[in-house]
């Protein structure tokens, strides 16, 4: 099943790394912990100095402009030994494996995947970025309970939901498309979240292709919202309130994950 996936646009991907650096201030501020230490901590592993390369792939909507030199930042970010091949597609596949490359990292419209061809280990953006995301709202400092709203059961969503159910934690979730969310209920356990109850939530994990998905009403008084969504869930007048911290950035802290799920 292909789900709709929301395809990033170069604008997105401007300023990436300033974006970066001001979502883990907040991370480290909400949580603790930085984004590396972060991942360090879920996956078990380190960079150590990886050759990546990043193979163009003009399937379907084709490139994306600043898609692939984003990733080549973030590559180098994480200090690894990162480079675009020369040309896209399978010819640019077959220069990665030549130059004995130690990741690939390429996406065409539906899948986003990072392969280590030493190890054998591949991940996909959808599942880490689920993991991830759903991890950092899990670690909320000010949390007063183990209960976490997910908003957004799609393969994002459903993928953050289990590693929160199987770290414990007490999940309620909503998802307007009632397949997904007997799915969740009957694989995960997950609580269906009831809109109109008057539980809030002082953890919350969103991931789905609309704006403004959060209101007033869910969230406790101090509250951390971890979303890799774009347009913004936090609706603007509640994202101005200082008690309500945000994490939310296109696209490198999946591709973090990735990169330290095939380390
Ligand atoms: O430039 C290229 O190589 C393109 N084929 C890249 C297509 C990426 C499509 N995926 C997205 O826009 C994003 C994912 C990175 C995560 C969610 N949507
Ligand atoms: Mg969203």
Redesign the pocket.
Known sequence: MVSF????TPEDLEDLLNKLRQSNETIKASTGKSITEICEEVYGTRPASQKVAIV??T?GN???GN??SSLLAITEYFGLEGYITDHPDITGYHQAVSDGADILLM???HM?IAHNLKNGKIAA?HVCTGVIYSEIASRFIHAGSKDVLVIGLGRVGYAGAEHLVKKGFNVYAYDPNTEFMEKAIGELGVNAYDMNGPKQFSMVFEATPNANTISEGMIAERCLVSTPGIPCALPPELAENGDIDLVMEP?VI?AAAMLYSVF
Do not use: H, Q, V
């Not at 996936?5 to 990033?8: G, I, K, N, Q, R």
């Open positions: 996936m929301a395809l990033l163009p792939i399937a084709g490139i994306i898609f692939s996406a065409d419209d986003f953006n696209l999946g």
